[in-house]
């Protein structure tokens, strides 16, 4: 009998209008899709937030709650789960990048044959003048 194997593809798109922009103190959200391309179900399967320097995580929510836990939950072949990746632009120090990638990897028990598309990021635009910003 073979090993049970999975395709895992993520997608990540910015939620917002325009292109990928925020200023310290913005709240940025991005919305991660997670598709099985089969063959086997994958099992243990979760998301964990990408966050960049730049950054300060607030939330990820999953559309079915076990996919945001460590434990996971289970991925059919042809089915999706999707996630709203909530950061905070925190700071952006003088001399640093002007531009941040922010986004979902996903990790599964279940060995997955193709790697390269288990990373979905956005790159946000840092616009302004540099500074931080605390929370209140």
């Known amino acids: 009998m073979a090993d049970t194997e999975a395709d895992l593809s993520v997608t990540a798109t910015w939620v917002g209008h325009g292109v990928p922009r925020a200023a310290v103190g913005d709240a940025v959200t991005y919305a991660v899709?997670?598709?099985n391309l089969g063959?086997?179900?994958a099992a243990g399967t979760f998301f964990v937030a990408?966050?960049?320097d730049q950054f300060n995580?607030?939330?990820l929510t999953c559309s079915d709650a076990s996919f945001c836990s460590s434990s996971g939950g289970e991925l059919a072949p042809g089915a999706t789960v999707t996630a709203t990746v909530v950061d905070v632009v925190c700071c952006f120090p003088k001399g640093e990048s002007r531009s941040a990638a922010a986004g979902a990897t996903v990790v599964s028990t279940t060995p997955d044959s193709h790697l390269d598309n288990n990373t979905a990021s956005v790159v946000t635009k840092i616009v302004g003048p540099h500074g931080f910003s605390f929370p209140g």
């Open 33 to 35: 899709t997670l598709t």
């Open 50 to 52: 990408a966050t960049p």
């Open 57 to 59: 995580p607030v939330s």
């Open 39 to 41: 063959p086997e179900t």
